[in-house]
């Protein structure tokens, strides 16, 4: 029709070739969400149940994805560099990944809240970000588990002096006011008697999803069984997504799980 | 951290000041999503009137949208020219709509389809569109809903011989082969005693939304009643949105609500 | 060969449609380049010469220039809204435009100064800025013009002081400081006996370059003389421009001039 | 003013960060201006070396250029990874580059031409490309020593034919229709008497450029004098650029010169 002009002024939002592609989806103000919800503070399990659920219902629609890493209300999705997902468009991949994923959290919510009615249906945003080194991306993901863990100590120190110890929310945040990281542990211990580090890694490191075959290439491979876990042997990824709470900023697990980053596992 | 640097990868992506902004979304493969929901052919009212539920949702969140077009599996939703939302970012306004959409027709499911449970979680996709002019704009929607009546008129021709005459699809769709839009017309009223400008209104011009306040606006001016609809009494504008099946190709339309387009409406 | 995916590393970078493209183009440190070729204080004729007869030189190489506008070390390009060249690829137009500038500039130097010779060639910025309306347009090129009376106006002050009353720069600034426009005015009549708006049109107003059938319109209107000046005669429009000195932020100009930013003068 | 919302309509552009920047030029038809300026065919010295030439004194503006690469009318620019020229601004970087080739060509033209004068202002486009990683870096430079070679070899038998042979144009690429690169090497030898391997390596290889310090850095390693070409000695890295036409396929030139593409040359 004499309308179909107006299909031009559509543009091509191509991601740079050779690059991993990043895709976080974060709640829109999820600070009043999980207020009306009645989360838990300052993690509620159910909460961090069902955004784990969303990103595996993710993982399994987009098989390019290699590793997904959550904590609080966001999810970061990490394309392999040879994807080739709707042509690399930005704008095609972002809003599938986080449409699916919203869908994914409203559709699972009564599995993980039972009789907490979902109130209103919730909105994230999402973002694509480029990057063109494995170190970039390794620093990417650090940056996120180091936020996770930041967020998360400050937090319970934070939610312990508001629930335990009666003080208002302003005199917990004044409390805590530049304290170092040594300083809200020993806090932890000497007025609450937690030590920090055994509290579940859920919490402290966030949720990290790989694929079965990633996650089992370590052991098949010290047990001499491992053969040909090869791009040409692709059938042999298996679907879905296996849950980890590791720290993903030091080299072991990178170590552990070579095939991750393995672009020859893709395909060029 | 050592590790924020990472953050300097994203890129902004703002949309060009004083044009039309268009989000529209479209269902991820709905052949298949349809059929395994057992949509009735070629229209089921649950269906575009979840749709519609969803759309409204958006337009509740989202101020800034003046109208909204919706045909088949998708919606087009436009915001003003002078609109500021997230400084005019193209991916925090798709993504925002498109996971809320999402997310509204999941929660809103079972509101329309009863019994018939949603089998897995749906996606949609979203894509940023600038129009520079009223003109431009007008002729995106005109595109659309004449999108939605060829389809339509083709789509009701070939069910009707599939269902009511025994052909197969591929018999129908050779049938159907070359015809005009007069043809098909002809091929309603002679075989099946249909006229085919008779039909639902909804099927046929698809879902038009706006603002209650726009709505009202040329009776109460009819009436002599209308005084200051302004930009300065935005208060006055009323949430939510009104559903109609109008026709917005031609001028009559625009002419009738003629606050839907006048800028001066959303400040400058 | 197998090195020709490289290719698919270059992106596209198209201009929005239906929009005015303005290509700006700057002198790069103009500050020093003015010293060292000795260019008089505050207005050199022979660089503004130069100038004009470089853009002159783009505008007969791109016949979808409309309008250019110079001042300073910087000149305007107005490609009109739907032109069509290098399918609007904004890297393309104004790597174009401003290396025929720049080559044109070091070419044409010797006439404009003679013995004074070009001690390295020059080098301009440029960039691509979009404005959806003709208002948006009209706003750019008054930002433009008023920016060279402003800067005008407060340069002819300080080299006056400096030049005539013996003033260092730092002392001619400091009397400046935090003086109106009329402050400046009163200042030169009363100490230098200068009407300002006596000054050459050149130096208040920038230069003006229009296409020779824009200039004329006008008056062949007026004494009934204009006959079908139109999209279809295109090859009336004669090549070349036309030099012009007029305010362009009043809208006499434009509409002694209507041909300029009619589109349809252009095709669709 | 109250113009100055206008300056809102530009938009940033900066490169993706990490990854290498390629400026690369290309005359705006050259084949015409070749001829105009009765260029020798296939390969005019004074035309490669005011090309060079024009490339050097980009090289000299621009510290961050690490390499250039040209051949017939076009030169490509590599700046290093961590480059923050223009904040990576691509408009900025491009149109700066290629104006000041396009000035530095017109300027010296006399120094290589003689009494052939320039007949009119020549133009070139540019683009930016980014690459990711350094393979893909050494692959682009790759790809357009190889279309050197290619052109080239085309060429010269081209070119023997018509003016040694007396075939005109037609029947000349008639004849060199479907040849393997063999092929033609054979023609030369056996119909001319010319070993292609033996021609000026400036015409096979065409230009390239690159730091005096990094074309020294091998002989002073291996005569153990070098010690500390390191990112804090940056003084110590010399302006200009030495004239190469080596090959740049192979990895023997890039194992002689591991300082060009060693990031840590560049700061992070
Ligand atoms: N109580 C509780 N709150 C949580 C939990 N996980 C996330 N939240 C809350 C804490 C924060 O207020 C909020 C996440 O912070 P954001 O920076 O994403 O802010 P918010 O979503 O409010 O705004 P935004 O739309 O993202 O700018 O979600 C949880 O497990 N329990
Ligand atoms: N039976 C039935 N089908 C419908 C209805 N509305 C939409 N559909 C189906 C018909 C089309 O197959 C599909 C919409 O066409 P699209 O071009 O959007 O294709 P689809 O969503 O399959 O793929 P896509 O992921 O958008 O490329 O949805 C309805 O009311 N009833
Ligand atoms: N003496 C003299 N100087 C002029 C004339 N026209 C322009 N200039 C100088 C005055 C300014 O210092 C300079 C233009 O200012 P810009 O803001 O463009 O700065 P500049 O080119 O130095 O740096 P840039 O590379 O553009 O950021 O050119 C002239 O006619 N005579
Ligand atoms: N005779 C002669 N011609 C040359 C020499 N170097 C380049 N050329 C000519 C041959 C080609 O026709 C032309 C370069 O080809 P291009 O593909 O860049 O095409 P051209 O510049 O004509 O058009 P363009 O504006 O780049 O699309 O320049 C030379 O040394 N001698
Ligand atoms: O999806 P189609 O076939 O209606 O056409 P499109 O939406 O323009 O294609 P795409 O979804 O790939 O942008
Ligand atoms: O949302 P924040 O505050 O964590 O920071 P951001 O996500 O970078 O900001 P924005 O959502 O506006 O991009
Ligand atoms: O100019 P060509 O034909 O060598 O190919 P290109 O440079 O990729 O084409 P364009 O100049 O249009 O980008
Ligand atoms: O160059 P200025 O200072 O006039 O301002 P600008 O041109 O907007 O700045 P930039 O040249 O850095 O885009
Ligand atoms: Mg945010
Ligand atoms: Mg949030
Ligand atoms: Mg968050
Ligand atoms: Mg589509
Ligand atoms: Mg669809
Ligand atoms: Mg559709
Ligand atoms: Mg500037
Ligand atoms: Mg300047
Ligand atoms: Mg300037
Ligand atoms: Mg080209
Ligand atoms: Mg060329
Ligand atoms: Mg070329």
Redesign the pocket.
Known sequence: SKFEYVKQFETDDPCLQNCWIVVRI??????????VHH??????ER??GLMTRAAQTVMADFSEVVLAYGQ???FSFVFHKNCKLYNRRASKIMTNVVSLFASSFTLYWPRYFNTQELQYPPAF?ARVVLYPSDDNLRDYLSWRQADCHINNLY?TCFWKLVQEKGLTPAQSQERLKGTLSSDKNELLYSQFNINYNNLPELYRKGTVLIRPRDAEAQSERETNNYRGYSASKKSERKPGSVVLHSDIIGKKFWEEHPYILNPKLYGS
Chains 1, 2, 3, 4 share one sequence.
Do not use: R, V
């Open positions: 974060d709640g829109k103000a999820f600070h009043k969400f999980t207020d989360y838990m503070k300052p993690n509620d909460g961090l609080s209300d966001e945003d937090n």
